[in-house]
Structure formats: structure tokens, C-alpha cells
């Protein structure tokens, strides 16, 4: 067999070159075009926001009315540029030295790697750091955000918690009257839900869909959301321990392999939205979906939402999964201080409401469902205040360093369990979580 180890190696180094030489000349020409310099005592920052169309106009927003009140701190507004991830741009950047000032595109999952390259600038430097967001972010999920050096390098900013968009129609027709709690409550729903129609022997109806594809992102909104659900809020790690190999993990595989041994689960692909046209009762979905189920509903259609289910013998608060991005500055910043100024204003109350009306995502405050100046969204978008509740009861990504490689190994375990029916659940995890400890010691000694 031929080996083409050192072909990939090759494109992948040809690839990483690629980027660098992208980022300098996008920096370089920024500068030149808009005088990212500091011209007759004014500070210009360079500000990197997500490429969605939604938060470039709400990032425009922003930076429109801070400029039109700052005469001495200019910010200039850049989209993150594109490639197969932010997460390679920035390390790319990096390590070119071509980073932004700030950005606020920033994935938990990928601190480690952002922070061990000495990319960051550290936060709770600032005096006013700790008490400012305290007051903001409650203090459990804080926490989450803490680093390993027991430092911070992120501010807290935006969730989009995962929860259960439901079709009323289908449930009414159904004969399902009460909102299922447990894994059990869900799956009997599902057996009244999934049916054929038009007897014509096929399943026209299904409980819901998930990707079955083994790709390592797609295992956060079916196993890892319902991993945090069943464990009470627990993620994969705690500090450097792995620690999912675990009953509540066992219980999520073992739930997954019995809604697809059952069909409940569509295995298909579907042409079209399958949620929108009565094919899916549920979807497993962030407040985004609210938003796409707004403007392609017809008429009669009506949806609810409920949290994510629970082993039946759970107690406690439902936690799930919060999918979030973060703000932070970068060390080849001039202006440490003026940019953490304009950090604090992106997380402001009214421009919390405009990451509210923009993007339909939850900004990560205590007071989301109190505040008056919110009262008027969340009355004209009802649905949301169930993500708006939700909210502080979510957990993100461990930042360690290998996390794509250990989803990939969880996700062929799920594949073989709960899609193929391979494997018995607590032996998926266990394989799972050795194949976790194997990756993490490989990476280390390299």
C-alpha cells in the first residue's frame, strides 16, 4: 500500500502557509485602506466579527454608534476571513502576528490552544474585571469559563441553548397531551407519533431526525447535549480528567440505540425543511430555528418548546448544551485598555438587546428575563423566553486541545451503537474514553 503520510503532511503545511500569507496581506491592506494606525493621537482597534450575515450587521450596528460618540478610539470592522474554521484563521493569525484586536467569534473549545500560543490578552488584569462580569454572568457558568491557569481569557457573551422544538399539530393528532419529560415519556410519544399515513407501508412520520453521518461537530446536538442533560451539567472534563465514561453517558447511548431500533428517529435524508412540511414531530434545535420556523411556517402550523429529556430516574435542574462564543482580546494589541473598553461595551444591556433583535441568540446575563429593557422583545417573540429561561442553565466546551479528535472517537462509537447497533452502550463509552486518553497521551509526547 502506498503511504501518503508525507503527501497530506505536505498539503497541510502548503495549506498553513496559504493562510498566513492570506491573513498578512488582509491586515496589511486593512491598514493601509482605513489607517488602522494610531494618526494625531487617536487609537483605531480592528474588530473581527463572525462572517453570519446576521452578526455583521449587528457588529455594523455597534460599531456605527460607538465611533459616532468615541472621537479618540476608532473601531474598524473586519468579518472574520473566510476558511474551514475561525478557529484555524485565528491560530493562523497567531502565528503570523496578524491578529485583531478583539474578536468576537471566540470558541471555548478552543482556548487551550488559543491561550498556550500566547495569543490572549488576560482579562482579570483589568481591576474591574471580576466584579463587572460577576454582575453580569451567574456564577457556576462563570466558572465554566475560567482556563486551566485559573485565569480568564474570554468574556462571556452569547448562548444559543439546545433545546426541543415541537410540532402541536402533530402531538394533538397523535393523542400526546402531555409534554414528555423523560426518556421514557419521549420515546411512548414517539410510538403514537411515528407512522405511516397512507399506508403505503413506509413511515411518513417520525419522532425526529438527527445527522447520522460520523462527523465530530454533529455529536454536540444529539449525544453531548443529552450528555449534559442526564449528567446535571457535567462536560467531558473535569480540568485534565476525563471523566464521560460515565452512567449518564451510558444512558444517553443506550436512549440514542433504542429510538433508531425503533425508527423513531428517521434514518432517511429529507428533500426540503422535514420539520416545516409534518414529517419530524420534534427537532433538536437552538433559538435560530425560532426564527426559520417564523418564516416558512404555513398557515395553521403551531410549535412549542420544551427541554431537553432526562433518564427517568433524574432530579434536579435541566442543564443542555449552550453553544457559545465568546469575546476576546488578542496580545498584539497597542491598546489593551481602550480595546477592553469597547469589549465592555459589546456586552451592555442595550446591546444585548440588539444581539437579541439581530441574531435571535441569548446574551449571557442574569437579569435576561427581568430587565424591562427587554420586555418588549421577548412580548413580541413569546417562544424565545423558553431559550431566555434556559440560558443560565447551560454548559459550553471543555478547552482542551484535542477536542476535535475525541468527539471524532465518540462519534464513531455512537455510530456503531446507537445508528448500527454494534456495540452495547457501556462498551461504546468505555472504547470512547480509552480512545480519548490514548489521543491525549499521543498528542502530549509528540
Known sequence: MKNNSGHKKGISIIYAICILVFLYAFQHCGKKQNGNQQNNDKIQLTYWCSSNQDEIDLAKYLVDQWNAVHDSIKVFLQPIPASQSSEEVLLAAIAAGTTPDICSNMWPGAMDDFISSG???????????????????????????????????????????????????????????????????YIEAGRKITRDIDGDGNLDVWLSHRDTKPIWWQRFFDYYTFYIAASGGKTLFN??????????????????????????????????????????????????????????????????????????????????????????????????????????????????????????QMPLRKDLTENPLFEDFFRENPNLVYFAEQAPLTRGMDGVSDLKEIFDAISQEYEACAIFNRREPAEAIKNAAERARVIIEWNRSR
Open 119 to 185: 495569543g490572549l490578552v488576560r482579562l482579570d488584569q483589568f481591576p474591574d474585571f471580576v466584579d463587572y462580569i460577576s454582575e453580569r454572568v451567574p456564577a457556576d457558568l462563570l466558572e465554566t469559563f475560567r482556563a486551566p491557569d485559573g485565569h480568564f481569557y474570554q468574556l462571556p457573551w452569547k448562548s444559543n441553548p439546545i433545546m426541543i422544538v415541537y410540532n402541536k399539530n402533530i402531538f394533538r393528532d397523535a393523542g400526546v397531551e402531555t409534554i414528555p419529560r423523560t426518556y421514557s415519556e
Open 239 to 360: 480540568g485534565s480528567e476525563i471523566i464521560f465514561n460515565n452512567e449518564a453517558s451510558v444512558k444517553v447511548f443506550d436512549f440514542f440505540q433504542r429510538v433508531y431500533k425503533e425508527n423513531l428517529f428517521a434514518k432517511t435524508t429529507f428533500v426540503g425543511d422535514a420539520f416545516i412540511l409534518g414529517k419530524l414531530a420534534t427537532q433538536i434545535a437552538g433559538p435560530w430555528h425560532v426564527s426559520h420556523v417564523e418564516k416558512f411556517r404555513p398557515p395553521g402550523f403551531e410549535y412549542g418548546i420544551f427541554p431537553i429529556p432526562v433518564p427517568d430516574d433524574y432530579e434536579g435542574p435541566v442543564y443542555t448544551f449552550g453553544d457559545f462564543k465568546n469575546i476576546s482580546i488578542f496580545g498584539t494589541t497597542k491598546y489593551p485598555e481602550a480595546t477592553y473598553d469597547f469589549a465592555k461595551y459589546l456586552i451592555t444591556a442595550k446591546a444585548d438587546l440588539k444581539l437579541l433583535e439581530y441574531t435571535l
